[in-house]
């Protein structure tokens, strides 16, 4: 089983819309956890960290459910240029010297 | 703002060949990271460092050295380039213990033929 597994996509939906996406992990010890996006043959960059109560940060919305191991990501009023890759990515150690373990990311794209 | 760069951004090699992927960071980050991503597996980490000539071995260490002489700089060798090390490399780096972010390079595309 993967240490981190996500619904590979794609996720085709029309501007405006609400989407969202959900991802495992298998290692309950984990500490941290985040959403990292990477556009089409760009670096991924951090979008937002996920806390245990939940947090917002404009139209996108984190939340983590530590019981069932998954954590998810909520994009409302979706744009056009919210279409790209997005990382479900766990710290197995918040040690922060360990690397972080990277799903294989959930493809958006939003259309006209 | 943070700057990690990347000697090559496309690269092209032969079987047997040695192969050096060079990373540069300017924030004087302390750990640095070498990944690779392939379509459906992700990233995966291969080496780490966290302190000048310091190294661990990742989650596939097997066909790659690193070297880190100075703090900005991290190296990633390939001894001898085999055709299912066609990848893309993105170098990372972070601040001290405690910070989970990663700052990325832009990418090397390496084909091996």
């Known amino acids: 089983r993967k240490e981190v597994e996500q619904d590979p996509g794609p996720f085709n939906v029309p501007e405006g819309a609400t989407v969202a996406f959900n991802c495992t992990y298998s290692?309950?010890?984990?500490?941290?956890f985040f959403w990292y996006r990477q556009d089409c043959r760009k670096e991924p960059k951090l979008l937002m960290s996920?806390?245990?109560s939940g947090n917002e940060d404009g139209r996108f919305t984190a939340q983590l459910n530590r019981a069932s191991q998954y954590i998810s990501l909520l994009i409302r009023d979706s744009k056009l240029s919210d279409s790209a890759t997005y990382l479900c990515v766990v710290n197995p150690m918040d040690t922060g010297r360990r690397a972080l373990t990277f799903g294989s990311g959930t493809r958006l794209q939003v259309q006209p | 703002d943070v700057k990690v760069t990347q000697s090559s951004r496309y690269l092209v090699k032969r079987t047997g060949e040695k192969v050096f992927l060079e990373c540069v960071q300017d924030m004087d980050h302390e750990n640095m990271f070498w990944y690779r991503q392939d379509p459906g597996l992700g990233l995966r980490l291969i080496y780490f460092s966290y302190d000048v000539k310091m190294k661990e071995k990742g989650d596939i260490p097997e066909g790659y050295s690193v070297s880190r002489e100075k703090k900005e700089r991290f190296s990633l060798i390939l001894e001898s380039a085999s055709t299912n090390q066609t990848s893309m490399y993105l170098c990372a780096s972070s601040p001290g213990m405690g910070s989970a972010r990663k700052y990325f390079g832009p990418g090397t595309r390496l084909t091996v033929l």
């Open positions: 290692n309950s010890a984990s500490q941290s």
């Open positions: 996920v806390y245990s």
